[in-house]
């Protein structure tokens, strides 16, 4: 069983930024994909970025060019860099990871996710 904890949500004002991680209590989370998506009230989840376990990424539109998946091994960790957010980017946002190690969007091909964390940005 994987655990995943995000944190590094909160407020922040439109333009700023946020780094959210993701620790996971496995030290074979090298061999995961991880992900993170975003979630508001009445919609559902939606894709943000994902990591390969060989660390080829991929990004939702919405934030190409703001957001920065990036993880350590080592520390097996996962981290989401948001710059220049702006209110449509807050959310409650997931971590998951897949023991496939290959890049998926769909959250249903994600075995483990994290509790998520709240951002929100002020306009």
């Known amino acids: 069983q994987v655990h995943l904890v995000e944190s590094g949500g909160g407020l922040v004002q439109a333009g700023g930024s946020l780094r959210l991680s993701c620790a996971a209590n496995?030290?074979?989370?090298?061999?995961?994909?991880m992900g993170w998506f975003r979630q508001t009230p009445g919609k559902e989840r939606e894709f943000v970025a994902a990591?390969?376990?060989?660390?080829?990424?991929l990004y939702a539109d919405a934030v190409k060019g703001r957001f920065t998946i990036s993880r350590n091994d080592a520390k097996d960790t996962v981290y989401l860099q948001m710059d220049s957010l702006s209110p449509e980017d807050a959310a409650v946002y997931y971590c998951?990871?897949?023991?496939?190690?290959?890049?998926?969007?769909?959250?249903?091909?994600?075995?483990?996710w994290g509790q998520g964390t709240q951002v929100t940005v002020s306009s």
């Open positions: 998951a990871a897949d023991r496939g190690g290959y890049i998926v969007v769909a959250p249903g091909r994600y075995d483990y």
């Open positions: 990591i390969s376990s060989t660390g080829s990424t």
């Open positions: 496995r030290p074979t989370l090298s061999n995961y994909a």
